[in-house]
C-alpha cells in the first residue's frame, strides 16, 4: 500500500469563506486566471508532492505520493501530454525531483532511502545513483538541488543515529561523493536551494529553525559558512529573490506554521514577517487555520510572487500576492481550484503556473490571460483526462 498523506483540509469552528463581497474582491485581484489544461497524475489515489520544469519548459516531471515518477510533456497550446518513458516504481517516498539547469534531457529524483536517481530521458532509464555510504548504512534523505552550473549534487538528510543531520555533495560529472556538512544543523534538514546564477553559494533550512547560507568554493565548513538566521520555528520552504532596488540577494522562507519572511543575505536584516494570520487577511479571506502557504517564485519580471490558498472544501480558493514596498498586494485569483496545492512551478516561456496537489491533478495555468467570465464546468471536464480522489495528508502547524 502506497503512503496516503492525510489531507490538510482541517476542521475550522467557522466554515472559511471570502472576507469581501464579489465585487471588491475583483476590485483587489484584477487579474482572474483560468486552467488552460488539467489531468489527473492516475486513476488511483494519489497525491501530486514534486514538480520540476525542464530548460526548455517543454518536459515536465511529477514526484507522486505513490512513490511513482512520472513525464509529461507541455504542448504550445498547454495540453499537458504523458510521456512513454517506464520508470520504475520506487520502494521509498520520492523527496523531490529535478531537472537540469542546461540539459532537458537529464532528470534527477531524490528518495528518502538514500538515492539520488540520475535518468537519461534519451535512453529512458536510470543512468547512475547517488548515495553515502561512507559510514555504513546510507542516509535517509530528506531533498536535494543541484547547482546553476550542473557540476554539484547537495542532498540533505534527517538527523541519523549518530545525532547529526548532514548535507551531501556529489560531483556529478565525475559521479563521486565529495564530502559532506554536519556541525550546521541539530535537526532534520528540510530544503536545500542554490543560488540561481552563483554555483557556490547554497542556502539550507531545517527543522531547528535555522536558515543557513554557503560558499561551498571553501575548503572547510566553517569556512564556508557565511550567514545564519534564525526563524525561530521549522522551515519549509525556501528561494533566492532579487531586491529590485538594490540588486543584492534576498531569502525567502515558508514555516511549517505557514508563516512568510524574507531576508536581506547581506545585511543579514529580517526584510519582513508575516503570520498565518497576516496572509489570510492579504488573500481576502476569513479562516486563517484554513490558509495554506504554498511558496515563493519569481515572475518573468523578477517580481516576487506568493502563492496561498484555502484549505476549505478542498482547496476552493488559490490566489497570489506581489511583493511591493515591505507588503503583499493581491495579485491574481486562480478560478475553480479543485485540489489543496502542494506542489508549484512557473514556467516564464509559457507565463503559466503549474500546480499539483492533494486530489492528484496537474493544472496548468495562463497567467497571462485574463478572464472576466469564469470558465464553465463542462470546458474544464473536456480538459480533465482522468479522474482521482484522495485521502488525508497532515501538515505540521
Same mark, same amino acid.
Given at each position: 500500500?502506497?503512503?496516503?498523506?492525510?489531507?490538510?483540509?482541517?476542521?475550522?469552528?467557522?466554515?472559511?469563506?471570502?472576507?469581501?463581497?464579489?465585487?471588491?474582491?475583483?476590485? %483587489?485581484?484584477?487579474?482572474?486566471?483560468?486552467?488552460?489544461?488539467?489531468?489527473?497524475?492516475?486513476?488511483?489515489? +494519489?497525491?501530486?508532492?514534486?514538480?520540476?520544469?525542464?530548460?526548455?519548459?517543454?518536459?515536465? @516531471?511529477?514526484?507522486?505520493?505513490?512513490?511513482?515518477?512520472?513525464?509529461?510533456?507541455?504542448?504550445?497550446?498547454?495540453?499537458?501530454?504523458?510521456?512513454?518513458?517506464?520508470?520504475?516504481?520506487?520502494?521509498?517516498?520520492?523527496?523531490?525531483?529535478?531537472?537540469?539547469?542546461?540539459?532537458?534531457?537529464?532528470?534527477?529524483?531524490?528518495?528518502?532511502?538514500?538515492?539520488?536517481?540520475?535518468?537519461?530521458?534519451?535512453?529512458?532509464?536510470?543512468?547512475?545513483?547517488?548515495?553515502?555510504?561512507?559510514?555504513?548504512?546510507?542516509?535517509?534523505?530528506?531533498?536535494?538541488?543541484?547547482?546553476?552550473?550542473?557540476?554539484?549534487?547537495? @542532498?540533505?538528510?534527517?538527523?541519523?543515529?549518530?545525532?547529526?543531520?548532514?548535507?551531501?555533495?556529489?560531483?556529478?560529472?565525475?559521479?563521486?561523493?565529495?564530502?559532506?556538512?554536519?556541525?550546521? %544543523?541539530?535537526?532534520?534538514? +528540510?530544503?536545500?536551494?542554490? %543560488?540561481?546564477?552563483?554555483?557556490?553559494?547554497?542556502?539550507?533550512?531545517?527543522?531547528?529553525?535555522?536558515?543557513?547560507?554557503?560558499?561551498?568554493?571553501?575548503?572547510?565548513?566553517?569556512? @564556508?559558512?557565511?550567514?545564519?538566521?534564525?526563524?525561530?520555528?521549522?522551515?519549509?520552504?525556501?528561494?533566492?529573490?532579487?531586491?529590485?532596488?538594490?540588486?543584492?540577494?534576498?531569502?525567502?522562507?515558508?514555516?511549517?506554521?505557514?508563516?512568510?519572511?524574507?531576508?536581506?543575505?547581506?545585511?543579514?536584516?529580517?526584510?519582513?514577517?508575516?503570520?498565518?494570520?497576516?496572509?489570510?487577511?492579504?488573500?481576502?479571506?476569513?479562516?486563517?487555520?484554513?490558509?495554506?502557504?504554498?511558496?515563493?517564485?519569481?515572475?518573468?519580471?523578477? @517580481?516576487? +510572487?506568493?502563492?496561498?490558498?484555502?484549505?476549505?472544501?478542498?482547496?476552493?480558493?488559490?490566489?497570489?500576492?506581489?511583493?511591493?514596498?515591505?507588503?503583499?498586494?493581491?495579485?491574481?485569483?486562480?478560478? %475553480?481550484?479543485?485540489?489543496?496545492?502542494?506542489?508549484?512551478?512557473?514556467?516564464?516561456?509559457?507565463?503559466?503556473?503549474?500546480?499539483?496537489?492533494?486530489?492528484?491533478?496537474?493544472?496548468?495555468?495562463?497567467?497571462?490571460?485574463?478572464?472576466?467570465?469564469?470558465?464553465?464546468?463542462?470546458?474544464?471536464?473536456?480538459?480533465?483526462?482522468?479522474?482521482?480522489?484522495?485521502?488525508?495528508?497532515?501538515?505540521?502547524?
Amino acid at each position: 500500500m502506497f503512503d496516503d498523506p492525510q489531507s490538510s483540509d482541517e476542521e475550522s469552528p467557522v466554515p472559511d469563506a471570502d472576507s469581501c463581497d464579489p465585487q471588491q474582491l475583483q476590485s %483587489h485581484f484584477k487579474s482572474s486566471v483560468r486552467s488552460r489544461s488539467e489531468v489527473a497524475i492516475s486513476l488511483k489515489r +494519489t497525491c501530486g508532492l514534486h514538480l520540476s520544469l525542464s530548460s526548455d519548459s517543454r518536459k515536465l @516531471a511529477v514526484g507522486s505520493s505513490r512513490k511513482e515518477l512520472q513525464l509529461y510533456q507541455l504542448a504550445e497550446n498547454g495540453d499537458l501530454l504523458v510521456e512513454s518513458t517506464d520508470f520504475d516504481k520506487f520502494k521509498s517516498p520520492i523527496r523531490g525531483v529535478r531537472f537540469f539547469n542546461g540539459d532537458p534531457n537529464l532528470l534527477m529524483a531524490c528518495t528518502e532511502e538514500g538515492v539520488v536517481s540520475l535518468y537519461d530521458l534519451r535512453l529512458g532509464k536510470s543512468v547512475f545513483g547517488f548515495e553515502d555510504g561512507s559510514e555504513g548504512p546510507r542516509k535517509t534523505m530528506t531533498t536535494f538541488d543541484v547547482n546553476q552550473n550542473d557540476r554539484v549534487l547537495c @542532498a540533505s538528510t534527517e538527523v541519523q543515529k549518530g545525532g547529526d543531520s548532514f548535507l551531501l555533495f556529489f560531483d556529478i560529472r565525475e559521479r563521486k561523493f565529495l564530502g559532506s556538512y554536519w556541525e550546521c %544543523h541539530s535537526e532534520d534538514i +528540510t530544503n536545500v536551494r542554490f %543560488h540561481p546564477s552563483n554555483p557556490d553559494l547554497l542556502v539550507s533550512g531545517s527543522v531547528d529553525g535555522l536558515i543557513n547560507v554557503f560558499d561551498i568554493s571553501q575548503p572547510t565548513e566553517d569556512d @564556508a559558512m557565511q550567514y545564519c538566521f534564525n526563524v525561530d520555528t521549522a522551515i519549509e520552504s525556501l528561494n533566492w529573490h532579487r531586491n529590485p532596488g538594490t540588486g543584492k540577494d534576498w531569502v525567502s522562507c515558508v514555516t511549517t506554521t505557514n508563516g512568510f519572511q524574507l531576508y536581506d543575505v547581506e545585511s543579514q536584516d529580517p526584510e519582513v514577517e508575516f503570520d498565518r494570520e497576516k496572509i489570510t487577511e492579504f488573500i481576502c479571506r476569513k479562516s486563517s487555520i484554513d490558509c495554506n502557504v504554498v511558496g515563493a517564485y519569481n515572475e518573468g519580471d523578477g @517580481a516576487l +510572487t506568493l502563492l496561498a490558498g484555502s484549505n476549505y472544501n478542498k482547496g476552493e480558493c488559490l490566489r497570489s500576492l506581489r511583493y511591493s514596498d515591505k507588503s503583499f498586494q493581491p495579485f491574481q485569483n486562480f478560478l %475553480h481550484n479543485k485540489q489543496i496545492v502542494r506542489a508549484s512551478v512557473y514556467s516564464e516561456k509559457e507565463n503559466a503556473l503549474i500546480t499539483t496537489g492533494e486530489s492528484g491533478l496537474i493544472t496548468v495555468w495562463s497567467c497571462g490571460q485574463d478572464t472576466e467570465q469564469e470558465t464553465t464546468e463542462g470546458s474544464i471536464a473536456n480538459k480533465l483526462k482522468q479522474k482521482a480522489t484522495i485521502g488525508k495528508r497532515a501538515k505540521p502547524y
